[in-house]
C-alpha cells in the first residue's frame, strides 16, 4: 500500500507540475488565428459522431420492435 501510495503521488506531482507550464502550440496557433480552424474540425468530428450514434439507435430501436 506504501508503494502505491508513494506511486500515486508522484503521478499527481509530475502532472502539476507539467500543468504550469505554458503551452507554445496553443499560443502560436491563437496567435496565427488557426485555432479557429482546429475547433471547427474538432465540432465537424463531434457533429458526425452524434449523427452516426443517432442513426444506429433509430436502427437498433426499429430491430428491438421487429423481435
Not at 503521488?9 to 502550440?25: C, D, G, P
Amino acid at each position: 500500500m506504501k508503494k502505491f501510495t508513494l506511486t500515486l503521488l508522484s503521478i499527481f506531482t509530475f502532472l502539476i507540475s507539467n500543468a504550469q507550464e505554458s503551452i507554445e502550440m496553443a499560443d502560436q496557433l491563437r496567435s496565427e488565428g488557426k485555432i479557429y480552424v482546429v475547433v471547427a474540425v474538432l465540432v465537424v468530428i463531434l457533429i458526425g459522431l452524434f449523427i452516426y450514434l443517432f442513426t444506429i439507435d433509430k436502427k437498433v430501436r426499429q430491430l428491438e420492435k421487429e423481435n
